[in-house]
């Protein structure tokens, strides 16, 4: 199974600040990387997907960028909705692996 | 809209086994195959297994291989996930996900609410 490895495990920012989150897997995926947001008590929502197309709906400070093995999901200007954690997820090959997560909080 | 509405929280003790319900509305159901996915309290996503909607057609974790079995009834635009000798460490928020874009290459959207499944004697 292909290893997601995700960093911070949790970070602490303020209002406007920018945020970068990683995520490296242990082999090579294209660009088949999805990145979610989920808060606490609720389901995954689905930001991000083939490593940088932005889902519908979703606010244009959120970006992604990568290919190969390494990616990351970066909040340019970071708002009060945007505390949650943020999970990546490889769908190059089957089965489909997460990251552990990063947990955004307020500084 | 696509709205996915699973049923809701389940008891059990250990050794038993827990059907979960996933209800589909808002597109073809036959077009999209349907994932599930565990979350254990505090812990990061698990993928268990996916089923195609179109043709029945299976994917399982290993894992899970030989205690899940998903299903679906297009008739009910409904998928099941059935988990069977559960165990403690079953316990857990289980999603169902449709999966969007290229077959086995694709994303998650939307996914249902989630069910809580509590293993306890």
């Known amino acids: 199974d292909i290893q997601m490895t995700q960093s911070p495990s949790s970070l602490s920012a303020s209002v406007g600040d920018r945020v970068t989150i990683t995520c490296r897997a242990s082999q090579y995926i294209s660009n088949n990387l999805n990145w979610y947001q989920q808060k606490p008590g609720k389901a995954p929502q689905l930001f991000i997907y083939?490593?940088?197309n932005l889902q519908s709906g979703v606010p244009s400070r959120f970006s992604g960028s990568g290919s190969g093995t390494d990616f990351t999901l970066t909040i340019s200007s970071l708002q009060p909705e945007d505390f949650a954690s943020y999970f990546c997820h490889q769908s190059y090959t089957t089965p489909p692996t997460f990251g552990g997560g990063t947990k955004v909080g307020i500084k | 809209q696509v709205h996915l509405v699973q049923s809701g929280p389940e008891v059990k003790k250990p050794g038993a086994s827990v059907k979960v319900a996933c209800k589909a509305s808002?597109?073809?159901?036959?077009?999209?195959?349907i994932s599930w996915v565990r979350q254990a309290p505090g812990q990061g996503l698990e993928w268990m297994g996916w089923?195609?909607?179109?043709?029945?057609?299976?994917n399982y974790a290993q894992k899970f291989q030989g205690r899940v079995t998903v299903t679906t009834d297009t008739s009910t635009t409904t998928a099941y996930m059935e988990l069977r000798s559960l165990r403690s460490d079953d316990t857990a928020v289980y999603y169902c996900a449709r999966e969007v874009g290229a077959i086995d290459r694709g994303w998650f959207d939307p996914w249902g609410q989630g069910t809580l499944v509590t293993v306890s004697s």
């Open positions: 083939s490593a940088s």
């Open positions: 808002g597109y073809t159901f036959s077009s999209y195959g």
């Open positions: 089923i195609s909607t179109y043709n029945g057609n299976t």
